[in-house]
């Protein structure tokens, strides 16, 4: 079975400062791998997302994140936090059915 | 804008009652996702339509049903309310069906208010 698991339900980081939103997956194949922002009273929209190629995968908004296979990890970094940022963070695998399943969502908050 | 419209955007409704939320897709793109997100369960995957066809089911409720037409839309129909059902219902879409590193675009949801 697929799952996602996002570590830190809850993340607060100061303005300028480095943000990481982990996310790890269980998959019994090579998984397709997306990052999504919810902003308020708003709907998912894409950040970036890893199919083949780059491990490094670089987004919208200065975001990006790195597959790692070994550590079945594809964690969201940006090197330098904005107000904007302030947001929902959703990690989800794309499984062989075309089924997305997502994290339970990490809610960033940008300390001015 | 993402391509995907949801209709109503907001709902408030009694319970026991019955009620229908309508997406249509992206242009272009044949599938259809409906995802439930609640305070407490996160973003609960429903349903899954391609071209027509009920193509994967999740954590569906028997008194859920969804249907997706011969133009693409898709309607999710949610029977019997209980306040529980109360939640953000979003439709999504994407081109193919099968795990092709599309990405699914999401519509702004549904809200529902079960009283």
């Known amino acids: 079975a697929q799952s996602v698991t996002q570590l830190g339900s809850h993340v607060s980081v100061s303005e300028g400062a480095l943000v990481l939103l982990r996310c790890n997956y269980s998959s019994s194949v090579p998984p397709y791998l997306f990052w999504y922002v919810q902003y308020p009273n708003q709907g998912l929209q894409l950040l970036l997302k890893?199919?083949?190629?780059?491990?490094l995968v670089k987004g919208i908004n200065g975001f990006e994140a790195e597959f790692k296979k070994s550590e079945t990890s594809f964690h969201l970094t940006k090197p330098s936090a904005h107000m904007s940022d302030a947001a929902e963070y959703f990690c989800?695998?794309?499984?062989?059915?075309?089924?997305?399943?997502f994290g339970t969502g990490t809610s960033l908050t940008v300390i001015p | 804008d993402s391509g995907v419209t949801q209709t109503p955007k907001h709902l408030i409704t009694a319970t026991g009652q019955r009620v229908t939320l309508r997406c249509s897709p992206r242009?272009?793109?044949?599938?259809v996702y409906w995802y439930q997100q609640s305070l407490d369960q996160g973003l609960q995957f429903l349903i899954q339509y391609y071209n027509g066809e009920e193509r994967a089911k999740g954590n569906i409720l028997e008194r859920f049903s969804a249907q997706q037409f011969p133009d693409l839309h898709s309607e999710l129909n949610l029977s019997s309310l209980e306040l529980g059902d109360s939640a953000l219902y979003f439709c999504?879409?994407?081109?193919?069906?099968?795990?092709?590193?599309?990405?699914?675009?999401f519509g702004e949801g549904s809200w529902l208010t079960v009283v």
């Open positions: 242009s272009g793109d044949l599938s």
């Open positions: 999504a879409s994407s081109v193919s069906a099968g795990q092709s590193g599309n990405t699914i675009y």
């Open positions: 890893y199919t083949t190629g780059a491990t």
């Open positions: 989800a695998v794309q499984t062989t059915g075309n089924q997305f399943y």
